[in-house]
């Protein structure tokens, strides 16, 4: 009766409710004279009762936890449930004991992750998420194109030794930078697992969870063709400026006004 969860017994052979607590009719916004007219179908949406009929047909363990179903509460909004159950005899009645547990937050939060998570995997950009010890927690597809490694051989590698990271500055001062501000931008040295170097242009955006705990995410883009054209242009510039100072010739250069 005091159980904060909602709470019921119902008959296995007629899944009718026998008996439920206060906290179930205060989530369910049934009275308890009404509960007691109705079967544990009532409270599930139409789809879900084929499954149902089911479920209560298979033998019955000691203590059945963890199963997930939707419930629909009396002005139709349909929540998520975690159903900790356990069988009891009621009389002449096979029957059960039911605890249930509103997971429909938890849920939605799980849907969204898996739908940044989709997003993440379609990104061209390497996205690699690290804990406080460097080691990588998440290594999305554009990752694996890039480096060559894949998920599973990538995850719980300090990612700096996978990648060899060579640093524009002592790794140390960069830490630094991205404690104090919560993020760092600048450009890395990587090597890829067969060998080759890369340039990257690298974002790092410091994550703190609410127990304290610390990740970086870290997104990468190969910039190495657009340096080695940048190392090209230079050359060609510098070439370009020695002919021009060396020349015997005089050479002047004007504008459009000719100034």
């Known amino acids: 009766d005091n159980n904060p969860l909602p709470m019921w017994a119902y008959d296995i052979e007629t899944l009718s409710f026998i008996a439920v607590n206060d906290a179930a009719i205060e989530k369910y916004k049934y009275s308890r004279e009404e509960f007691l ?7 599930h949406p139409p789809e879900e009762v084929s499954r149902l009929q089911q479920d209560v047909l298979q033998p019955r363990a000691e203590i059945l936890h ?5 419930h629909r509460l009396k002005d139709g909004t349909v ?6 159950s356990h069988p009891l005899r009621i009389g002449e009645h096979d ?3 039911v605890v249930a547990q509103d997971i429909t937050s938890r849920k939605q939060a799980e849907l969204t992750m898996r739908k940044q998570a989709d997003l993440l995997e379609m990104a061209h950009d390497s996205i690699i998420i ?3 010890d460097s080691k990588i927690t998440y290594w999305n597809r554009g990752a694996s194109e890039c480096y060559g490694w894949l998920s599973h051989e990538a995850l719980g590698i300090e990612s700096h ?13 960069i830490n630094n930078e991205l404690y104090e501000k919560g993020r760092w931008e600048g450009e890395l040295l990587h090597t890829r697992k067969d060998g080759t ?8 955006q410091l994550q703190r969870g609410n127990d304290d705990s610390v990740s970086v995410l870290e997104i990468n883009n190969d910039i190495t063709a657009r340096k080695q054209v940048e190392e090209k242009l230079s050359e060609a510039l510098s ?7 060396t020349s015997p010739q005089a050479i002047v250069v004007t504008d459009y006004e000719g100034t």
Not at 37 to 43: L, Q
Not at 161 to 173: G, H, I, R
Not at 197 to 204: G, H, I, N
């Open 37 to 43: 007219k109705m079967t544990i179908a009532d409270i």
């Open 66 to 70: 963890g199963n997930d179903w939707r």
């Open 79 to 84: 929540i998520d449930v975690e159903i900790t």
């Open 95 to 97: 029957s059960a004991l």
């Open 130 to 132: 690290r804990d406080q």
């Open 161 to 173: 030794v996978l990648l060899k990271t060579e640093f524009p500055v002592p790794f140390d001062n």
């Open 197 to 204: 170097k890369l340039t990257v242009s690298s974002r790092w």
């Open 239 to 245: 070439n370009t400026s020695n002919i021009i100072r």
